[in-house]
Nanobody, 127 residues
Framework: QVRLVESGGGSVQAGGSLRLSCVVS????????MGWFRQAPGKEREGVAT???????SYVDSVKGRFTISKDNAKNTLYLQMNSLKPEDTGMYYC?????????????????????WGTGTLVTISS
């Protein structure tokens, strides 16, 4: 069973930064598509960023230039560096993994092509 555990959420003021981490318990982590997704209060879950097994990345327009997704295969860890945070970035952030090497579902709700999900870490941005 694949387990994903997120950390790094918190409360910061607008303009600040946070770095989210996600540890993935799977032997073949380096071959998986990985991604970050978020759900704001009262809204549906949406894609944020994905990273392919070969480190190709994709972002939704609202976070381009502010967020960076990366991974450390030696540590089985996925990251999301979030800079210039805005109140509209507030929400629960979820890490997810797909068995395929290439991500294709960043804009495809509700499952976004992902097979496994973490339980989330809360990010709150105040104005």
């Amino acid at each position: 069973q694949v387990r994903l555990v997120e950390s790094g959420g918190g409360s910061v003021q607008a303009g600040g930064s946070l770095r989210l981490s996600c540890v993935v318990s799977v032997y073949t982590y380096s071959t998986y598509c990985m991604g970050w997704f978020r759900q704001a209060p009262g809204k549906e879950r949406e894609g944020v960023a994905t990273i392919d097994a070969d480190d190709g990345t994709s972002y939704v327009d609202s976070v381009k230039g502010r967020f960076t997704i990366s991974k450390d295969n030696a540590k089985n860890t996925l990251y999301l560096q979030m800079n210039s945070l805005k109140p509209e970035d507030t929400g629960m952030y979820y890490c997810a993994a797909a068995r395929g090497s290439y991500c294709y579902g960043l804009h495809s709700p509700p499952h976004y092509g992902m097979d496994y999900w973490g339980t989330g870490t809360l990010v709150t941005i105040s104005s």
